[in-house]
Nanobody, 123 residues
Framework: VQLQASGGGSVQAGGSLRLSCAASGHSFRSVSMAWFRQAPGKEREFVAYIGWSGSRTSYADSVKGRFTISRDNAKNTLYLQMNSLKPEDTAVYYC?????????????????WGQGTQVTVSS
């Protein structure tokens, strides 16, 4: 699976951004997807997960209630709607895919990665 993330940018605290991740090379509807992020000097961390059908989602506590993960299997695209952004959300955001959908908060369980898109939130 080839993944390409886009939609990052610079916003002020309280603003919104929508990230997209375009997939190709495999049947997208059979792939579980997630978003991770990595801030400078920190480990890559789990942000959100969505199952292959879109019916199951999970979020990190730090983004719950502010971020929404979704997917459009007809368009082979994953989304992350980010509202009420905070400076601590500043990071490079990566989309990831896997066929099994297990251990989804573990970055080592994900075999497919996009190139990352920078999100910068200023106070």
């Amino acid at each position: 699976v080839q993944l390409q993330a886009s939609g990052g940018g610079s916003v002020q605290a309280g603003g919104s951004l929508r990230l997209s991740c375009a997939a190709s090379g495999h049947s997208f509807r059979s792939v579980s997807m997630a978003w991770f992020r990595q801030a400078p000097g920190k480990e890559r961390e789990f942000v959100a997960y969505i199952g292959w059908s879109g019916s199951r989602t999970s979020y990190a506590d730090s983004v719950k209630g502010r971020f929404t993960i979704s997917r459009d299997n007809a368009k082979n695209t994953l989304y992350l709607q980010m509202n009420s952004l905070k400076p601590e959300d500043t990071a490079v955001y990566y989309c990831a895919g896997q066929l099994s959908g297990t251990r989804f908060q573990d970055k080592y369980a994900w075999g497919y990665w996009g190139q990352g898109t920078q999100v910068t939130v200023s106070s």
